[in-house]
């Protein structure tokens, strides 16, 4: 089944300790996201790319970065992990053609940071 | 940024009723969507309305818009304990490009 895979489910790290969260997906579309979401809150999005084309939003901490290697990667990289930024991170992808851009979220990797 | 604002916050109705929630956004969309998050989970894509429509259905689901009111509404029929879960509305719009803005939310519980 086409779908989206982020690993690991759970990640557990200590302050200030670099972390990185991985995306695949087997749908082949061109866009993928990174959203941060906190217990009760809507998803807020970090950045999405659109093939390469990288797409940070305004208020995105630098403490954020993000990789897209091929089609099917995207990586998210947490420089230094403050205790704020325990939250699910949910990868997302969507095929914008045709104007619908329906999202296809993968099951999150919940993030602790000690 | 979050534009949509699902009412109510947290609902909670038996096994059989009717579940109604509703979206207001605040600028002009192409789309909104409604998706589904089971606890702990990603969200699930439930069904997607075009600004020039004004209702849809999909099983148990139906979707309304009013854009003149800048509002949505999903109703599930015949809910189910199945159906607890979070309801999320999202839009996009022209100056949103490819990105969704969600809303906070509509906690549902079904009791059996």
């Known amino acids: 089944d086409a779908m989206v895979i982020q690993n690991p489910r759970y990640q557990v790290t200590q302050f200030g300790k670099p972390v990185t969260l991985s995306c695949s997906q087997t749908l082949n579309h061109n866009v993928m996201y990174w959203y941060q979401q906190k217990s009760s809150q809507a998803p807020k999005l970090l950045f999405h790319y659109y093939d390469k084309d990288f797409n940070n939003e305004a208020d995105t901490p630098d403490n954020f970065q993000s990789r897209r290697p091929n089609t099917s990667f995207c990586f998210l990289d947490i420089r230094s992990p403050g205790l704020g930024d325990a939250a699910m991170y949910l990868c997302a992808t969507s095929d914008p053609a045709g104007g619908r851009n329906e999202q296809f979220f993968g099951p999150g990797t919940r993030l602790t940071v000690l | 940024s979050q534009q949509g604002e699902e009412d109510p916050q947290a609902l909670s109705i038996q096994e059989g009723e009717n579940a109604t929630m509703n979206c207001s956004y605040k600028t002009s969309i192409n789309n909104l969507q409604w998706y589904r998050q089971n606890s702990g989970r990603g969200l699930v894509h439930l069904i997607l309305?075009?600004?020039?429509?004004r209702e849809k259905h999909s099983g148990r689901l139906r979707v309304t818009l009013d854009t003149s009111k800048k509002s949505s509404s999903l109703l599930i029929t015949a809910s189910r304990a199945a159906d607890t879960a979070s309801y999320f509305c999202a839009t996009d719009g022209q100056n949103s490009g490819y990105a969704l803005n969600f809303g906070k939310g509509t906690s549902l519980l079904v009791t059996p």
């Open positions: 309305i075009r600004s020039n429509e």
